[in-house]
């Protein structure tokens, strides 16, 4: 007899689990670039809103400011971003991708984008775009902020 864990039935549950599978997959990926997927989302960030405080970002991705301060220390010893003083406000600073960080993400971009392909390939265009659809609904619902893909 086949057995399922008790919570597999339930929607929630199953979500988590393909959250875990994808980023495990992306974790691996990435290793051979020795950065994170949480590396990659915060550059990602600064990069599409360039010169972000720590608490930008914070609020912006939902990560708790003790968190990001440890990402942004990180990202700062490999050399793939940098925080620098505010013009409009010397007590603060923003942050800054670098040429290597830069060259970091546009790497994973390419490295992500073939390992999700790959995980979703047992899926059709069209169920890829129910899935979509319904994540982006939820995302909006129940976080504050989030703003539905329009492409």
Not at 7 to 17: D, F, N
Not at 119 to 143: N, Q, W
Request: hydrophobic share 40%.
């Amino acid at each position: 007899m086949e057995r399922r864990p008790p919570m597999g039935t339930r929607t929630g549950y199953r979500l988590v689990k393909v959250g875990e599978l994808l980023v495990g997959l992306a974790e691996e990926v990435l290793a051979p670039l020795g950065v994170r997927s949480k590396h990659v989302h915060v550059m990602e960030t600064l990069l599409a809103y360039d010169g972000l405080s720590q608490q930008d970002v914070s609020r912006l991705l939902g990560i708790d400011p003790n968190v990001l301060v440890g990402v942004i220390d990180e990202l700062e010893a490999h050399g793939f971003a940098e925080r620098r003083r505010n013009p409009e406000d010397r007590r603060r600073h923003l942050i800054h991708v670098t040429a290597a960080g830069r060259k970091t993400v546009d790497k994973s971009r390419t490295m992500l984008t073939e390992a999700e392909d790959a995980f979703f390939a047992s899926l059709g265009e069209d169920e890829i775009a129910v899935l979509r659809a319904a994540t982006d609904k939820l995302l909006a619902a129940h976080r504050p902020g989030w703003v539905p893909e329009t492409c």
